[in-house]
């Protein structure tokens, strides 16, 4: 069986990354560079997150009761949800929290009655601040929403508009900060020709934009081996990270609204050919698990088992992906080479910071360390 690892990235190129970057630095930006995490209720200890390492936590997922239009949080969650705020401040008093609301889980049938009518979202957005409030969140988070149809899309720009008014009245009843509002967008630029993001009203209403920046290609989809959260793309035009930022920006969203997501999974690939093991090798289907779908954690682990603790996995610098092959397998994923490079990235293009999905998946906070301290260098 062939080593098919290799120690890539040299000190000497690390420095140069470093240089680099940091010769990008742009002083008259004054909002902070954002080091946000989701955290998966139910999936791993919030006391054991190293908030330390971020300037955000979202705690996800509170979803939509379809006869009330309330926020609905599981009631094996609940206590976890409201202890969060409390429990990742005790390492970082500094840090701030939100709550993450799924605009739809198997179907989009509620989000689309609830935006459909006034009363509606009312219901919503009025329940959507109790919850922040009752449970010390600093912000509300909106995910999981694709708009479909252009009605979709003028509804999802009223509610947006209505969402931010409410928050701006309750800060001034209150006396509080406004709660933040954000939301995870999935820009598929492939519908975007009949259905477009409410930009103007993302512009002026969310404080900024969690840009879900992975699971382009997936093992159950596609018959090749293809990097699932490609930063670039020769091939494939518009199904990377890279044309999706300048996609936005040129449709008007300030790249200062955009914070880069950055996945801590990567999928696994049946190999029709194991020598064949490059991007765009014959593939058959996902491996491991249902979807292929695998944490960073486990991926390293599993890496470890075959190869030893010293195994680097290959990268690929014109995709931007880290990747490897197990028996006949092929898995890709982001390790410190590809979340290094995404960070330089944004902070290159002028985006707002960054966003891990999720902070569990980490493997003892090494691609959240990397991706910190990438920015420390500009400080100096
Ligand atoms: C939705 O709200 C109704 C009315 O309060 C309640 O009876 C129902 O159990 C809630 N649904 C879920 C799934 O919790
Ligand atoms: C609540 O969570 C449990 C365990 O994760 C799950 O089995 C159940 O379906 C969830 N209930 C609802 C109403 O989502
Ligand atoms: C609500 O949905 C119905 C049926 O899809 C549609 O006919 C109607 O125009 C929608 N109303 C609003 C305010 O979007
Ligand atoms: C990919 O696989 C599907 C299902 O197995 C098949 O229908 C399709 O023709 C294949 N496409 C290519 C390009 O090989
Ligand atoms: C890629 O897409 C952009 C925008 O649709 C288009 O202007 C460009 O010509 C395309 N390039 C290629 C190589 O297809
Ligand atoms: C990246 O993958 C492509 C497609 O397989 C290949 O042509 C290219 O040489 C690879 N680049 C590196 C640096 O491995």
Redo the contacts with the bound molecule.
């Keep these: 069986m062939l080593l098919k690892m290799q120690y890539h990235l040299s000190i000497d190129a690390k420095v140069l990354l470093l240089f680099l970057v940091s010769a990008n630095f742009n002083c008259s930006n004054t909002q902070s560079w954002i080091k946000a995490g989701y955290h998966h209720a139910g999936d791993f200890p919030v006391s054991d997150i190293d908030s330390t390492l971020f300037t955000h936590l979202i705690c996800g997922f509170a979803y939509i009761n379809s006869s009330t239009y309330q926020l609905l949080i599981n009631s094996s969650t609940q206590q976890e949800f409201s202890t969060f705020t409390n429990v990742v401040k005790r390492k970082n008093p500094k840090v701030s929290t939100l709550l993450s609301i799924r605009g739809g889980r198997e179907d989009y049938s509620v989000l689309f009655s609830l935006l459909n009518q006034s009363s509606h979202r009312r219901s919503f957005i009025e329940s959507s601040i109790t919850t922040a409030r009752l449970y010390k969140f600093d912000g509300l988070d909106l995910s999981r929403v694709v708009p479909r149809t252009s009605m979709h899309t003028a509804s999802l720009g009223t509610i947006l508009n209505e969402w931010r008014a409410a928050v701006d009245s309750e800060a001034g009843k209150s006396g509080k900060s406004g709660l933040l509002l954000t939301m995870a967008l999935y820009h598929h630029m492939q519908v975007m020709d009949t259905v477009t993001d409410p930009i103007d009203s993302i512009r002026k209403n969310l404080n900024w934009v969690h840009l879900v920046a992975y699971d382009y290609y997936l093992p159950k989809e596609e018959n090749f081996t293809h990097p699932h959260a490609a930063l670039y793309d020769?091939i494939s035009n518009g199904t990377n990270t890279n044309s999706r930022v300048k996609d936005l920006i040129s449709r008007g969203l300030p790249a200062s609204k955009l914070v880069l997501g950055l996945p801590y999974h990567g999928y696994g690939w049946t190999l029709v050919n194991p020598n064949d093991y490059?991007?765009?090798?014959a593939a058959s289907g996902p491996v491991f698990t249902k979807d292929g779908s695998m944490s960073y954690k486990f991926i390293k682990w599993f890496i470890k088992q075959k190869y030893g603790s010293d195994a680097v996995p290959?990268?690929?610098?014109?995709?931007v992906v880290n990747y490897c092959t197990i028996w006949s397998s092929w898995i890709d994923f982001d390790d410190v080479e590809a979340i290094s490079a995404k960070v330089s990235y944004a902070k290159k293009m002028g985006l707002l910071g960054y966003n891990v999905f999720q902070v569990g998946n980490d493997d003892n906070w090494v691609l959240s360390r990397a991706a910190g301290r990438l920015i420390l260098a500009y400080r100096y």
Excluded: H, L, R
Excluded at 278 to 281: E, F, H, I, L, T
Excluded at 314 to 319: A, E, F, G, K, Q
């Design positions: 020769p490059n991007v765009g090798a290959m990268y690929n610098d014109t995709y």
